[in-house]
């Protein structure tokens, strides 16, 4: 079931008792939910390496260059002011010897002094990290840094826990970021800064995040095509949901299988976030705009009773696939997937199979497939790869296929945005509802 880490709440997240307060000399904020303010975070108005604000210097400035103390503003720890222009110089003049200054006195100043003033320069954030592999995740404070011209600063409310994050962090997934990492690969939050060239969104819109990894903190910079707008009908919580389960869903669907109007289809592992999502865009979505017969969706429930302590566990599980859409439930205890979907939709078998297992799943869900069929494998949830023979897919003329939907945001992005824009729509229009089983917060990340 997909799960969340809350990243901001309603109340501020440090504790005022056990953190120092900040310089009040000092202007910081920081956003909390979209439409309030809180209290800038104790700390901000501190240098990394521990000096307070402001800096004693060993020596004065050079009488030809003033130093100006700016205050920060929402979410900056302010500043200083190497050059203030004179008009009596050229530009030139003037450019050069501020060049010439901040090398001269770079040894005697902060880093963070010589950023330009502004709202990234010197502010403080928490984030999630995988400094080893298959050890805990633990939360480190990090600096922000300044925009590059095509970014985005987005104050991150939730972050999609996914089974990728699960796998990255164990080495066992397809990309290896280099260590150390933030998981996260997908994000909700409110912009807080832009860069120079961008235009698509502004300081306030809420957003959803498609970062790859590094959504898992408080902060995130992100390129800002990798942005989506949120409706205000959507809530941050559940558009944290939408990126890679509703967006696997929709190409897998329409893309991949090109499921068509009164075609049945097989969701293994229906009672997990993907499968959920696949159920609804299947039922709810396909169905208003295809034909009214709409899609039969039998779910295969992954579950073994004697590993959870007796059938009624069972249930939950059921019910979830049921209300999203599905009007079968089959369990995988239950002797052959082929015979039991045969029972359910006769010998002719399903049109599309929508497979996160594989393994053995995967086998029996390819024999259960109808003359052109397709099956579209989307994970490896099972921990398994199955091999596929090709007399199988002679024989009926089936199709075997994947989805790695991530891959899309590199080799067709413009597809890769209409169907998470289409996903945004459908939440938006009550047609889809992402399903949260929990929710954590930053420190409590472990446990999710």
């Keep these: 079931m997909p799960t969340k880490v809350n990243l901001r709440g309603s109340v501020s997240i440090y504790s005022s008792s056990s953190i120092p307060a900040p310089n009040p000399t000092v202007g910081s904020s920081c956003r909390g939910p979209r439409g309030t303010r809180g209290p800038g975070r104790p700390g901000e108005a501190r240098h990394p390496r521990g000096w307070d604000w402001p800096l004693a210097r060993s020596r004065p400035l050079p009488p030809a260059w003033v130093g100006s103390r700016v205050s920060g503003g929402r979410g900056g720890a302010g500043g200083v002011l190497l050059f203030r222009p004179r008009s009596d110089l050229p530009l030139w003049r003037q450019l050069r010897g501020a060049q010439a200054s901040a090398a001269a006195w770079g040894r005697c100043l902060p880093r963070a002094w010589l950023c330009r003033a502004g709202q990234g320069c010197g502010r403080h954030y928490r984030a999630a990290l995988c400094a080893e592999l298959k050890q805990p995740l633990t939360i480190e404070e990090a600096v922000s840094r300044h925009l590059r011209p095509h970014e985005v600063r987005v104050d991150v409310h939730f972050c999609g826990v996914n089974f990728a994050d699960i796998l990255a962090c164990r080495d066992q997934y397809q990309e290896r970021p280099q260590l150390p990492f933030t998981p996260g690969m997908e994000f909700s939050g409110t912009v807080l800064e832009t860069g120079t060239d961008v235009s698509t969104v502004e300081e306030g819109d809420g957003v959803i995040g498609v970062s790859g990894f590094n959504g898992m903190a408080e902060e995130c910079i992100i390129d800002h095509k990798a942005l989506w707008q949120i409706p205000e009908r959507v809530p941050l919580r559940e558009a944290a949901a939408l990126p890679v389960s509703y967006g696997t869903a929709t190409l897998a669907l329409e893309r991949r299988a090109r499921t068509q109007p009164g075609e049945t289809v ?68 239950q002797g052959s997937l082929k015979e039991a979907v045969g029972k359910l939709v006769g010998s002719g078998g399903v049109n599309v199979v929508i497979d996160t297992v594989e393994g053995d799943i995967f086998l029996e869900a390819l024999r259960s497939l109808a003359w052109e069929g397709r099956i579209v494998v989307v994970g490896f949830a099972g921990g398994t790869i199955a091999s596929v023979l090709a007399n199988l897919l002679l024989l009926k003329n089936i199709s075997a296929m994947g989805l790695y939907w991530g891959r899309y945001q590199d080799q067709n992005f413009p597809l890769f945005s209409r169907g998470l824009s289409s996903a945004i729509q459908y939440c938006q229009e009550g047609c889809i509802q992402p399903y949260i089983g929990a929710v954590f917060k930053l420190e409590e990340v472990r446990r999710s």
């Design 266 to 333: 097989l969701v293994t592992a229906a009672a997990g976030a993907t499968g959920l999502a696949v159920i609804e865009v299947a039922a709810n979505v396909l169905q208003a705009k295809l034909d009214p017969l709409g899609f039969r969706i039998p779910g295969n429930v992954d579950h073994v009773a004697s590993e959870y302590g007796g059938a009624s566990v069972m249930l939950q599980p059921c019910k979830l696939a049921m209300q999203r859409g599905a009007q079968s439930i089959v369990s995988y205890g």
